[in-house]
Each structure stands twice: as structure tokens, then as C-alpha cells.
């Protein structure tokens, strides 16, 4: 049972992580933030199937997100770096080039638990949206910040991919 009391099916969550940095992508740097998301999103019980490391290009960061979602069918996506000041970072403006939906209340919860640990976090320009059946949240690249973030919204995030895929229709709680 779930929550909000409906049946579940067997079926996990099909999630990937994608990390985005040119220096982890160059061999530069070793990828700290992905694998700690899939230890995390395993825990919770998700089915991590993909975990994939990109440099920083808004290009190639948008079809490797379609992919996931249109030929892979991911349920859900996390992506971490890039969500910056640099001007490298982009991968909020790749994420909503592939959004066909908006979802603004996942970035918002996760600055909001985030500016309780510190101020910097306002400075975070992370985006969650949906892709047809796919959500996709940015989450920061910093092992730590990625951590809070994911442990900000994880909780609350079951109950959206239900709706979302059509396996419950209701938000309001009983």
C-alpha cells in the first residue's frame, strides 16, 4: 500500500544519474556526487539503471535527457553539477530545453531546506520540470549539497511519480 492508500505494483522507480562536469568527464576528477545519488536512490528502494557522466555541454546534456526519457523511459532523472554561476554550467537551461512541463516546487523545496544550512544556497540555479512521463530534478554537484538536497525531496517524491505515470490520480490526503 502506499500513502495514499492505493496498490501498488511491484515495479520500482527506473531512475538514471547524470552527472555533469567537464573536468570528471575529462578524467580530471573523480565523480563523487553520482554514485553517492544512485547509493541513495538504491536505499530508497529506486531502480538505478543508468549513471553517466557528461562534460559541460548543453547540446549534448539535452539529448542525452531525451534519450533517457523518450527511448529509455526513465521514470525519474537526477542530474548533479552544473547548476552554478560559471559559465560553464548549463544544465538548468538544458533541462528546461527538454521540459515539457515545469515542476518549480521540487527546486524550490530543495533551496529552501538548503538556505537553512546556508545562505550560498540562493546562489543554487537548479530546475525540476517533467518530460512527458519523466520527472528531472537538477540537483547540485557538491557530494554534500547533493545529499541535503535529495534528502529535502526524496520523501515527497513517490506520491508525484504516482501521478505522473497514471498509477494514482489523487493528491488530496485522506
Given at each position: 500500500?502506499?500513502?495514499s492508500?492505493?496498490m501498488?505494483?511491484?515495479r520500482?522507480?527506473r531512475a538514471a544519474?547524470?552527472?555533469?562536469?567537464?573536468?570528471?568527464?575529462?578524467?580530471?576528477r573523480?565523480?563523487?556526487s553520482?554514485?553517492l545519488i544512485?547509493e541513495?536512490?538504491?536505499?530508497?528502494?529506486?531502480?538505478v539503471?543508468k549513471?553517466?557522466?557528461?562534460?559541460d555541454e548543453?547540446?549534448?546534456i539535452e539529448?542525452c535527457?531525451?534519450?533517457l526519457?523518450?527511448d529509455?523511459?526513465m521514470?525519474?532523472?537526477?542530474t548533479?553539477g552544473?547548476t552554478?554561476f560559471?559559465?560553464r554550467?548549463c544544465t538548468?537551461?538544458?533541462t528546461?530545453?527538454?521540459?515539457?512541463?515545469n515542476a518549480?516546487?521540487i527546486?524550490?523545496a530543495?533551496?529552501?531546506?538548503s538556505?537553512?544550512?546556508?545562505?550560498?544556497?540562493?546562489?543554487s540555479?537548479g530546475?525540476?520540470?517533467i518530460?512527458?512521463?519523466?520527472?528531472?530534478i537538477?540537483?547540485?554537484?557538491?557530494?554534500k549539497?547533493?545529499?541535503e538536497?535529495?534528502?529535502a525531496v526524496?520523501?515527497?517524491?513517490q506520491?508525484g511519480?504516482?501521478?505522473?505515470?497514471?498509477?494514482?490520480g489523487?493528491?488530496g490526503?485522506?
Amino acid at each position: 500500500m502506499t500513502e495514499s492508500g492505493n496498490m501498488m505494483d511491484n515495479r520500482r522507480w527506473r531512475a538514471a544519474v547524470v552527472t555533469l562536469s567537464d573536468k570528471g568527464a575529462a578524467g580530471e576528477r573523480e565523480d563523487k556526487s553520482g554514485p553517492l545519488i544512485c547509493e541513495m536512490l538504491r536505499g530508497a528502494g529506486y531502480d538505478v539503471q543508468k549513471s553517466i557522466l557528461l562534460p559541460d555541454e548543453q547540446k549534448e546534456i539535452e539529448k542525452c535527457l531525451c534519450t533517457l526519457c523518450d527511448d529509455e523511459k526513465m521514470d525519474i532523472i537526477f542530474t548533479t553539477g552544473g547548476t552554478g554561476f560559471s559559465p560553464r554550467d548549463c544544465t538548468p537551461e538544458a533541462t528546461m530545453a527538454v521540459a515539457t512541463r515545469n515542476a518549480p516546487g521540487i527546486a524550490e523545496a530543495m533551496r529552501l531546506a538548503s538556505l537553512k544550512i546556508t545562505p550560498r544556497a540562493m546562489l543554487s540555479r537548479g530546475a525540476s520540470v517533467i518530460r512527458n512521463c519523466t520527472l528531472i530534478i537538477n540537483l547540485p554537484g557538491s557530494p554534500k549539497a547533493a545529499r541535503e538536497n535529495l534528502e529535502a525531496v526524496l520523501p515527497s517524491l513517490q506520491h508525484g511519480l504516482e501521478i505522473l505515470t497514471g498509477r494514482t490520480g489523487e493528491c488530496g490526503q485522506q
